[in-house]
């Protein structure tokens, strides 16, 4: 007897999470079985298994020091054990293995063999008596009982010996028992009419075995497509780079690349590994990772990802990640995770599972007694009760979800749109509010300098040149669009010192021993800096749309009681004796006003129509004064009236706005995506029902988001809540399916309607029926 080898009592120690390949599932109560195996190793803190992409995902922590590939190993066993074959996740398939009639061969004998046996029937309805000879049916029927049909004896087994049940088991039961009466009447018919052959049901157990082995086949069939975004993806990479030598350029294979080697990538070539062009510039097709129709333009010092196409022009490479670090590898596992999640709605499925087939053989035998009981004969009862168990499918209720989250995540993937987890997808079309980041998400996120006014009589040169100096390492697009300006008007910047970003208002440093603000409104407001003789005109860029900040200089207290400044501050930034000097109390001094001009992306608009068009409300969340935004808002079709305008919302604070959103002003509870890129949009993300982070953000906000956006086309949001609503909708569509055969089919069989080869005939078509709806997914377009 086998039993599981089990490590030492596991203590605290490393978490560890292995992906395994099984093969042999063929239902939702052999998911349930290796489950309840894995998780009985010791140590096993989860464990999901997915029929469709037939892997396991399991999460176990080992002892301090304690070898993982032993711990492997004991979870290979308990796997094996349990009456399945472990293999290494995600192995991809041998060539002949995609083809479409691979695995067809046993299915092609079965229809020979079991074609003679139907004849019979046929002739039936034509009124000609073709009825083949007993021992003739039986040389015919035995060999796929037994031999083509020995997958199911041999499974179904292993389920017995578990105290549980299959699809494989109920098969076996169902057939066999067909198989076996046949028997009974040929042996035990009388021999005094040599001529005459009973009615046997040979040819209900060979239908029935074949009929099940091809529904199998094309269950395999669909899978493979259903799949087919994940090795389109792995696909994307060549074996084979040019390496740049000392010696020349030499051929390696691409997992000997190392970070910081120069590979030469000729035109029509994928580009092997992310990098930077180090050497030459070229156009290059991003299509099949960020759905971007139309090729870039990449020179020197231009980002490059592994997976994309080489235009016209041959270029030389640094290599800037390898392996799992490549943005591709990071796409596929996405995809890979996103596939083999369990989404919220399968815990039903796992609890029917769980039950399904004992009850099936309950029915199946109340079935037996009760034709017996009402004298129908053991030759009918059998049938019926054969019926019963040949026309449940507890495969369809296994394939129903899995099938169409693989589909629609593959489809998503395809136009750009990667999704997390399964529980993203499932949540999705829930949605009903989306808030949208300003910067970077609706708007272009370059702003440009269109205003700068300075205090009069100071030199807007100097002030610029200081301006240009404290925000010259900042990342900030506002501060980006400053030192941009200087550059262009060939303004001399100064080194700044001790610069320090204030989160949410600005950025403070100082140039040539004065320390300068650099910030919003909002900012300046708090530190009790008038906007003086400059106040009307900001006001009047604020009413343009334009985003206003401020530029104030730190005064010493000597300077507060109105004493003259000394010579060196005299006449500060260029300016006069009689520059104002500030009023007793300020600590600061205004210098100059700044106002800054997005544009909007281009389909932001239609992309909010799309949202409204389907009922969902749109908002924008901006840091922004109230005036900035609603004029962007107006320009993108929000209505700030509507409450669709979030205004000088701090970094900090967005997440309670998202929180805000969710209670609602109507005291209903919605559901809110959120839409950002940036650092300080990862709470926000996080908050939301469903994150969703611009593929040209950061990290950290797609770490923080369910879904991501490989592209900053606002467009994908409506598409990534189309494509939920529809993968929701299919997997409804098939678990309605998945019960309806099985709550319609058990009682028809039960009660004599149904004989066990239109049974079996109906136990196929329910899991191919489940799989053809899943694959109607891969038709969606943008």
């Not at 949605?431 to 300098?449: I, M, N, S, Y």
């Not at 997440?655 to 839409?675: E, F, I, N, P, S």
Request: glycine share 10%; hydrophobic share 50%.
């Amino acid at each position: 007897m086998n039993t599981i080898t089990t490590p030492p009592t596991i203590a605290p120690g490393s978490v560890h999470s292995l992906d395994l390949g099984i093969s042999g599932m063929t239902c939702a109560s052999c998911v349930g079985r290796v489950e309840r195996a894995l998780r009985k190793v010791p140590g096993v803190q989860e464990a999901s298994v997915n029929l469709a992409t037939e892997s396991a995902r399991i999460a176990f922590v080992t002892q301090v020091g304690a070898d993982a590939a032993a711990m492997e190993a004991v979870l290979r066993r308990a796997v094996r054990n349990a009456g399945y074959e472990p293999r290494a996740a995600g192995q991809e398939d041998a060539p002949e293995d995609l083809s479409p009639w691979a695995g067809f061969l046993p299915v092609g004998i079965g229809l020979l063999l079991s074609a003679p046996l139907v004849l019979p029937m046929i002739g039936d309805l034509l009124g000609q008596h073709w009825m083949l000879p007993a021992w003739m049916q039986f040389v015919l029927a035995t060999p796929v009982q037994f031999i083509l049909g020995a997958r199911f004896y041999k499974a179904g087994w292993h389920a017995a010996k578990a105290l549980s049940g299959n699809m494989d088991l109920l098969v076996a039961l169902g057939t066999s028992a067909g198989w076996g009466l046949s028997m009974w009447l040929w042996l035990t018919a009388p021999t005094d009419h040599p001529g005459h052959v009973p009615h046997l049901y040979f040819e209900a157990s060979a239908v029935v075995v074949t009929l099940v082995l091809l529904g199998k086949w094309l269950e395999a069939r669909a899978k493979r497509q259903t799949t087919a975004a994940i090795r389109a993806l792995h696909a994307l990479r060549p074996d084979v780079v040019h390496l740049l030598t000392k010696q020349g350029e030499v051929d390696v294979p691409v997992s000997e690349v190392l970070v910081g080697d120069q590979l030469v990538v000729r035109p029509g070539e994928r580009i092997p590994v992310d990098g930077t062009v180090h050497e030459g510039h070229t156009q290059v097709d991003e299509s099949m990772l960020t759905g971007e129709p139309l090729p870039v333009a990449r020179d020197v010092g231009a980002a490059l990802t592994g997976g994309s196409i080489n235009g016209d022009g041959r270029i030389v490479m640094a290599v800037t990640a390898v392996g799992a670090e490549t943005v591709l590898a990071q796409i596929i596992r996405l995809v890979e995770d996103a596939q083999a999640a369990k989404a919220p709605i399968q815990r039903l499925v796992d609890e029917v599972s769980a039950v399904f087939v004992p009850v099936v053989l309950g029915v199946a035998l109340l079935t037996l007694l009760g034709w017996l009981w009402m004298g129908a004969g053991a030759e009918a009862a059998l049938i019926h009760a054969v019926a019963v168990m040949v026309i449940a499918c507890p495969c369809a209720l296994g394939l129903a979800t899995p099938a169409a989250i693989m589909a629609g995540t593959g489809v998503a993937a395809k136009h750009g749109i990667l999704i997390k987890d399964a529980q993203a997808l499932e949540l999705a079309h829930k949605v009903d509010v989306v808030a949208f980041d300003k910067t970077g998400t609706l708007t272009v996120g370059r702003p440009r300098l269109t205003a700068f006014e300075v205090v009069p009589g100071l030199d807007d040169s100097a002030v610029m040149a200081a301006v240009a100096a404290v925000q010259s390492g900042s990342e900030h697009p506002l501060a980006r669009a400053v030192v941009a300006a200087a550059g262009e008007r060939q303004i001399h910047m100064a080194t700044a010192q001790d610069v320090r970003a204030v989160p949410g208002r600005g950025t403070e440093g100082e140039v040539d021993g004065q320390s300068y603000l650099v910030g919003s409104l909002r900012w300046m407001q708090e530190l009790g800096v008038g906007l003086g003789p400059l106040s009307d005109r900001a006001e009047a860029l604020q009413r343009e749309g334009a985003t206003v900040s401020a530029v104030a200089q730190r005064v010493t207290e000597g300077l507060l009681s109105g004493a003259r400044p000394p010579e060196a501050a005299k006449a500060p930034l260029g300016g006069s004796e009689d520059t104002p000097v500030p009023s007793v109390g300020a600590h600061y001094v205004l210098r100059a006003v700044m106002a800054f001009g997005d544009e909007p992306k281009p389909g932001a608009r239609e992309a909010l129509a799309a949202l409204k068009a389907r009922g969902i409300r749109a908002v924008m969340v901006s840091g922004d004064n109230r005036g900035a935004a609603e004029a962007m808002a107006r320009r993108l079709g929000l209505d700030p009236a509507a409450g669709e305008v979030m205004a000088e919302v701090l970094p900090g604070d967005k997440a309670a706005k998202v929180v805000a959103l969710q209670q609602g002003a109507d005291g209903k509870r919605h559901h809110v995506a959120m839409v950002g890129d940036g650092v300080n949009d990862a709470p926000a993300l996080a908050a939301a029902d469903v994150g969703m982070a611009m593929g040209n953000g950061t990290d950290v906000a797609m770490h923080a988001a369910g879904v991501t956006l490989m592209r900053g086309d606002p467009m994908l949001v409506a598409a990534a809540l189309d494509i939920s609503h529809r993968t929701v909708m299919k997997i409804r569509q098939n678990l309605f399916w998945a019960f309806a055969y099985n709550v319609a089919g058990i009682p028809l069989a039960a009660l004599g309607y149904l004989n066990p080869m239109v049974a079996g005939a109906a136990m196929a078509l329910s899991s191919v029926s489940v799989m053809a709806n899943a694959l109607l997914l891969k038709r969606w377009r943008m």
